[in-house]
C-alpha cells in the first residue's frame, strides 16, 4: 500500500502527459509537415545592404494602403504624408485604427499593398531596403529580456558579434539607464528572464538603449510606454524628447501626454488620416472626439 501510494502521483502524471501528446498529435504531424514543405523550397540568398545608404531627407507615404495576408479588407486606405529627417511625429488613434500597421510599413518590414513607401522621394532598391531595415530601431510595448548580462541584452542586434563596452555605456546614457553607473558590476550586471531583477521602468529604458546601440536613424516606439505608470513613463519621455535631433522619431501612443511635445501629430482612424498637425491644434479636437464617442456608447448602453 505504502508503494502504491508513492507510485499512484507519478502514474497519474505519465496518464496526463500522454493525454496530453495523443490530444497535440495531429497539430504537431501537421507542423512537422509544413515545416518538411518550407525546408523542400529553395530560399534566395539574403540581399546584401548598401554600405552607402543613409537617410538625407524624409520618409514619405504616397497612397499607401495595406492588407494582412488573411484579412478581406485594407486596414489602411490611401495614407499620405512625409515625416522630415529629424521630426519627432506622434500617431494617436483607437485600437485597431492602423497605427501598428503603420509602424511595420515604416520599418521596412511589410511593402504595401498599393501606392509607395518613398525615402528621400524615391522607392528602394533591395540592397537599400535591406540597409534602411538596419537603421531603424524598434521599441515595443514588451520587449523580450533574456537571461545574461546587461551588455548582452543591449547588444542583442549584433548578436554573435563582441559588444562594445563604450557603445553600450553610450547607448545606457542616452537611454538614462542609471543602473550601469550605479551598480559595481556596471555593464555586467546579471538580468534574469524576462528582466527579473530590473524594475518596470529599468526594463523599458534598457529595450529603448539596444534600440540606440544599433545607432539607427529612425526610432520607432510603438506603444513602448503604455503598461508604465505616469511617472515612470514621464521620466522615460523626458529622456526621448532629449536625444539627439538629428534621430527621427516616431511615438505610436494611447496615452496623449505622451505625444504632446511631438513637432507633429497624426490622427489615425480606420486605417484613415483624419487630421494632421501641431500638437496644440489636434489634440483639442481629439479629446473632444474621445469624449463625444464615450458619451455615445454610455447612451447606446442606457
Avoid at 121 to 141: D, K
Avoid at 201 to 224: H, K, N, V
Avoid at 238 to 256: C, D, E, F
Wanted: glycine letters at 8%; hydrophobic letters at 45%; one cysteine or more.
Amino acid at each position: 500500500m505504502l508503494v502504491s501510494w508513492r507510485v499512484l502521483p507519478l502514474l497519474s502524471r505519465s496518464l496526463s502527459c500522454l493525454v496530453t501528446i495523443r490530444s497535440m498529435r495531429y497539430a504537431a504531424i501537421s507542423c512537422l509537415e509544413r515545416v518538411e514543405d518550407v525546408l523542400c523550397v529553395p530560399v534566395d540568398a539574403p540581399v546584401e545592404p548598401d554600405p552607402d545608404f543613409t537617410l538625407q531627407k524624409d520618409i514619405a507615404f504616397q497612397d499607401v494602403s495595406f492588407r494582412y495576408p488573411t484579412a478581406a479588407d485594407d486596414c489602411l486606405h490611401d495614407l499620405c504624408f512625409s515625416i522630415e529627417r529629424g521630426a519627432c511625429v506622434g500617431i494617436i488613434g483607437q485600437s485597431g485604427a492602423g497605427k501598428s500597421s503603420i509602424a511595420a510599413i515604416l520599418s521596412g518590414l511589410v511593402q504595401p499593398a498599393s501606392g509607395d513607401f518613398l525615402v528621400d522621394g524615391r522607392a528602394l532598391t533591395p540592397a537599400e531596403l535591406a540597409a534602411y531595415s538596419l537603421q531603424v530601431g524598434y521599441v515595443p510595448q514588451t520587449s523580450y529580456i533574456m537571461p545574461g548580462t546587461l551588455a548582452e541584452n543591449v547588444a542583442f542586434s549584433q548578436w554573435g558579434k563582441p559588444w562594445d563596452e563604450e557603445r553600450v555605456r553610450l547607448a545606457c546614457r542616452l537611454a538614462a539607464l542609471d543602473i550601469v553607473d550605479s551598480h559595481p558590476l556596471g555593464v555586467g550586471l546579471p538580468i534574469g528572464d524576462q528582466g527579473a531583477g530590473l524594475s518596470g521602468g529599468q526594463a523599458q529604458r534598457l529595450s529603448i538603449a539596444r534600440a540606440l546601440y544599433a545607432e539607427p536613424q529612425l526610432l520607432l516606439l510603438d506603444e513602448a510606454t503604455s503598461s508604465l505608470d505616469s511617472a515612470i513613463e514621464a521620466a522615460i519621455m523626458n529622456t526621448i524628447y532629449a536625444l539627439p535631433k538629428t534621430l527621427t522619431t516616431v511615438i505610436i501612443a494611447h496615452r496623449l501626454s505622451t505625444v504632446e511635445r511631438c513637432d507633429k501629430l497624426l490622427w489615425i482612424d480606420g486605417g484613415k488620416i483624419m487630421a494632421g498637425g501641431a500638437p496644440e491644434v489636434i489634440l483639442p479636437r481629439y479629446r473632444e472626439y474621445l469624449d463625444a464617442s464615450a458619451a455615445k456608447m454610455m447612451e447606446n448602453n442606457k
